[in-house]
C-alpha cells in the first residue's frame, strides 16, 4: 500500500555547505495523470535533510515514488545554488514506509546491477564475491587506460554521461543515455573519416559495427529530445530501467569492439532491431 506517510532521509552534498533551511518548505506534487498525489515537507538542518511525504493515490513503484519527490525537492537545493552560484545537490539514502518499515537506497541499479554478469569485460575487471558478502571487483587499469585512449574523449565522455544517468534525477536519464550514444556515435564519424555534417552515416556504421539498429534506442531518442527542449516526458522507473538496460547493452557491445581491435561484431551478439 502506497497511501500514507514517507519520510525520506538524506543530505545535502557538499556537507560541509552546511546548509540550513529556515523555516521548512512544504508543497505539493502530483503525476500528470492525476492517478497519485503528495503533500511534502522538506527539512534541512546543517545539511541533514528529512523529506515527509503524505500520499494519496498509487504511485506503480517506490522507486518512481521516490524519484519524483526527490526531482521536486531538488528544484530547492537547485535555487540556492542558482542564488549562491555554489554547487550543491541532495542524496536520499533511505525511506520509512507507511508500514514502518526501513528501506535503504545504496546506489545500485537493480536492472543494471542484476545483469551485470551478461555484460562480461574480463580483459579489464574479474569480480569475486569475499567472505564478508561483498562483491570484489579487480581491474586491469593498463588495459582499461589503453582502450580509452584509443577511443579519447569519446568514450571518456560517454562514461561520465552513463554516471549521470544513474543518477536520482530520474527525468533527465534518457537525456544521458541518448547523449552517451551520441558519443560512441561521434567516435565512428571520427574513426571512418565521415562528414561531420552526415549524422546519418555515423548512426548507420555505429549500427553497422556493433549489431544494433536506430529502432532499437528510438524511444531513448525521443524521450532526450524531450528533455533538451524543456518538456520532458514522465518516467516510471519501469520505463527508466529500459532505457538504461539498452543504453548498456550497446556501450558494452562497443567495449567488446574495442578490445577486439576495432572490429566489426559477428553474429555470436543477435542483431538488436527492438522495438
Not at 46 to 70: F, H, Y
Not at 78 to 90: C, K, N
Not at 214 to 235: M, Q, T, W, Y
Amino acid at each position: 500500500m502506497m497511501t500514507g506517510r514517507w519520510v525520506f532521509v538524506g543530505r545535502v552534498l557538499p556537507e560541509s555547505s552546511g546548509i540550513t533551511l529556515q523555516p521548512s518548505v512544504g508543497w505539493s506534487i502530483r503525476d500528470r495523470d492525476d492517478r497519485w498525489r503528495a503533500l511534502l515537507k522538506l527539512h534541512i538542518q546543517r545539511s541533514q535533510l528529512v523529506i515527509e511525504a503524505e500520499v494519496k493515490g498509487e504511485p506503480p513503484d517506490v522507486m518512481t515514488l521516490r524519484n519524483e519527490v526527490v526531482d521536486a525537492a531538488r528544484a530547492i537545493t537547485d535555487f540556492f545554488a542558482f542564488s549562491r552560484g555554489q554547487w550543491v545537490d541532495l542524496h536520499i539514502e533511505s525511506v520509512l514506509t507507511p508500514s514502518g518499515e526501513l528501506m535503504l537506497f545504496d546506489g545500485k541499479v537493480p536492472v543494471l546491477w542484476d545483469t551485470s554478469d551478461t555484460r562480461p569485460l574480463p580483459q579489464l575487471v574479474s569480480e569475486e564475491d569475499s567472505d564478508d558478502g561483498l562483491r570484489r571487483l579487480s581491474f586491469n587499469p593498463g588495459q582499461l587506460g589503453s582502450v580509452i585512449s584509443a577511443c579519447e574523449p569519446f568514450l571518456r565522455h560517454a562514461l561520465a554521461d552513463l554516471r549521470e544517468a544513474i543518477g536520482m534525477r530520474a527525468t533527465d536519464t534518457p537525456f544521458y543515455c541518448y547523449r552517451a550514444l551520441e558519443s560512441l556515435r561521434q567516435f565512428f564519424m571520427s574513426k571512418k573519416g565521415l562528414d561531420r555534417k552526415d549524422r546519418e552515416a555515423a548512426w548507420k556504421a555505429m549500427h553497422e559495427e556493433l549489431r544494433t539498429s536506430r529502432n532499437f534506442i528510438a524511444d531513448i531518442e525521443k524521450r532526450a529530445i524531450s528533455v533538451r527542449h524543456g518538456a520532458p516526458l514522465p518516467i516510471t522507473d519501469a520505463e527508466r530501467a529500459e532505457c538504461l538496460l539498452r543504453t548498456w547493452t550497446v556501450v558494452y557491445r562497443f567495449f567488446v569492439y574495442a578490445l577486439q581491435g576495432f572490429r566489426g561484431l559477428d553474429d555470436e551478439f543477435p542483431l538488436l532491431t527492438g522495438p
